[in-house]
């Protein structure tokens, strides 16, 4: 399974970026599609993960501001982050996970400015 995610840039406060996880095989395949963050100095935190059922998960810090969806035809799955802030700043990892085995993405660099 490769992941290729896309979308990172740099964002004033209170803007919006999409991220992209484009999967080599199907969505139905993979159990748990999720997004992480990490800054330096800290663990690498889960943001948010959709299930091959479509059920979704998201971290406290982010509920209402964050919505991870799929499109099962393009095998992709998305992070639409709005309301964006300072401290959402980080590097964010797509991860699949398929029958315990585990796929990570390359990062992508969120920076949100002030």
């Given at each position: 399974?490769?992941?290729?995610a896309?979308g990172?840039g740099l964002?004033?406060?209170?803007?919006?970026?999409?991220?992209?996880?484009?999967a080599?095989v199907?969505?139905?395949?993979i159990n748990?599609?999720?997004?992480y963050r990490?800054?330096?100095?800290?663990?690498r935190?889960?943001v948010?993960s959709?299930?091959s059922y479509?059920?979704?998960?998201y971290?406290d810090?982010?509920?209402?501001?964050?919505?991870?969806s799929?499109?099962t035809?393009k095998?992709?799955v998305?992070?639409l982050?709005?309301?964006?802030k300072?401290?959402?700043?980080?590097?964010?990892?797509c991860?699949?996970?398929?029958n315990?085995?585990?796929?990570w993405?390359?990062?992508?660099?969120?920076?949100v400015s002030?």
């Amino acid at each position: 399974v490769q992941l290729q995610a896309s979308g990172g840039g740099l964002v004033q406060a209170g803007g919006s970026l999409r991220l992209s996880c484009a999967a080599s095989v199907s969505l139905f395949s993979i159990n748990v599609m999720g997004w992480y963050r990490q800054v330096p100095g800290k663990e690498r935190e889960l943001v948010a993960s959709i299930t091959s059922y479509g059920g979704t998960n998201y971290v406290d810090s982010v509920k209402g501001r964050f919505t991870i969806s799929r499109d099962t035809a393009k095998n992709t799955v998305s992070l639409l982050m709005n309301s964006l802030k300072l401290e959402d700043t980080a590097v964010y990892f797509c991860k699949g996970r398929r029958n315990g085995d585990d796929f990570w993405g390359q990062g992508t660099l969120v920076t949100v400015s002030s």
